[in-house]
């Protein structure tokens, strides 16, 4: 358990002054009465202050998270754990947290008893993506006189990612790049790929983990496998971010679309072991570089996770930015509801170096711009196919939602009469 800071605090007062005030006149009117008054009321406060002093330094709090990796739409889900190693009770211990995360309430006021351990649980559903904090929180007891009060404090915080879900039941044709395929291409890769066309002999310099050991048993000399490059280009994935081309709010607005689709490209794309990176112009750049394997899918979820959709980097200026970085024979994917087509000189120099452009553009009059033109989407994607770019259109509604945030949210609240109704949360 990591060690507390304890601090004690005073909470009533005014005895003290009745026991000053007991205590003069039992000196100046000497009488039983008084001196009863006087060793009950000191009494009560050292039985208060040794009750709540065992507990400040008996009573420990701790708690587990079950996963700091989440999804929005799953559920959140801590432990949380009270010992109290004195034999007093702690007949009464506040919990106050102040992790951040939207929906999700940890306080709580619990007992314990002497030697005793209490332990619940809490749990929530991942309303919003983003990076969240589970703490700091501390423990409020003491004794049940209300003299005195203790505070048991965790300063520490418990770091919290909630990266947005990946929906396996929408499915784009990834771009195959302009090597296309898994054929076997015509140049030899200088760096291994996961395409072994052939055996060589051994050359001085070679990496050990490329030797072709049978070959190598069965003519008595060193071979070596020999790779092809990869016959499919990676993707980048483009997001769009510019604060001033969104339409819509929250789970309904085109920044969520975006960021859903995104993540669903990033798994489809890494599950046929073609390498995708990430480009965005939110709150700030941010940039993957393309890769493969689990560890990529991570990054790229992280990355994902903390993005919004307040950036001032026009479109514009995104493909500008990928022709210095992007290698020939990758594709590149924008997703953009921004449908002016200032943008197109330069996709036009990203297909000139041998980057090939996909766009997934999104019809703003389904997502409620009230000064989009119906079909200006369709007309967009049109003049896009007419200069040789694969377009879509996404719809909202297209991308489907987690059941968990499609369902009506309630909670218990008690009235000023005591009854307990459940109360909907849109």
């Known amino acids: ?12 007062r005014w005895p003290l002054g009745l026991l000053v005030l007991l205590a003069v006149t039992a000196v100046l009117l000497p009488h039983t009465v008084w001196n009863s008054l006087l060793l009950g009321l000191g009494g009560l406060y050292l039985v208060a202050w040794r009750w709540t002093r065992q507990l400040g330094q008996s009573l420990r709090g701790e708690r ?31 919990v106050v947290d102040e992790a951040n995360v939207p929906g999700y309430r940890a306080h709580s006021v619990q007992t314990v008893d002497g030697h005793g351990r209490q332990a619940w649980r809490r749990t929530a559903v991942c309303l919003q993506r983003g990076h969240f904090k589970l703490g700091p929180w501390r423990l409020r007891t003491g004794d049940p006189f209300g003299l005195f009060q203790v505070e048991i404090c965790y300063p520490t915080a418990a770091e919290l990612i909630i990266h947005p879900p990946v929906q396996s039941n929408f499915h784009i044709p990834l771009p195959a790049g302009q090597r296309s395929g898994r054929a076997r291409a015509r140049q030899r890769a200088l760096r291994a790929t996961v ?25 008595d000399d060193l071979f070596v496998r020999q ?10 994935i483009l997001l769009d971010l510019a604060a001033d081309v969104q339409v819509g709010t929250g789970l309904r607005g085109t920044e969520e679309h975006a960021v859903l689709l995104a993540a669903t490209l990033t798994a489809q ?17 941010r940039l993957v570089l393309p890769a493969r394997g689990e560890g990529q899918s991570w990054r790229m979820l992280r990355t994902l996770a903390l993005v919004t959709a307040v950036g001032k980097t026009p479109l514009p200026e995104a493909p500008r930015d990928l022709q210095r970085i992007a290698k020939q024979g990758t594709a590149v994917i924008i997703i953009t509801p921004n449908l002016d087509g200032d943008y ?3 996709l036009l120099n990203l297909a000139r170096k041998g980057v090939s452009p996909h766009l997934l553009l999104f019809d703003r009059a389904s997502f409620g711009d009230p000064h989009a033109p119906p079909h200006a989407a369709e007309a967009f994607k049109r003049t896009l196919t007419s200069m040789g770019f694969d377009a879509a259109v996404i719809q909202q509604g297209d991308i489907r939602q987690p059941e968990a ?5 309630t909670s218990w609240r008690v009235t000023p009469l005591g009854k307990a109704i459940r109360v909907r949360h849109d």
């Open 227 to 236: 790779f092809d490059l990869d016959a499919s280009g990676d993707i980048w």
């Open 405 to 409: 945030l499609l369902q009506p949210r």
């Open 195 to 219: 395409n072994a066309a052939s055996i060589r002999p051994y050359v001085a310099g070679d990496p050990e983990r490329w030797v072709h050991w049978p070959t190598t048993a069965r003519r």
């Open 1 to 12: 358990m990591t060690s507390p800071e304890i601090h004690f605090q005073w909470r009533l």
């Open 64 to 94: 587990t998270l079950r996963s700091g990796w989440v999804a929005v739409g799953d559920q959140l889900e801590e432990t949380f754990v009270l010992v109290n190693h004195a034999a007093w009770p702690a007949l009464w211990v506040e």
């Open 269 to 285: 794309t890494l599950s046929q072991h073609r390498g995708v990176g990430l480009a965005s112009y939110g709150d700030e750049p």
């Open 344 to 346: 197109l000189p330069h």
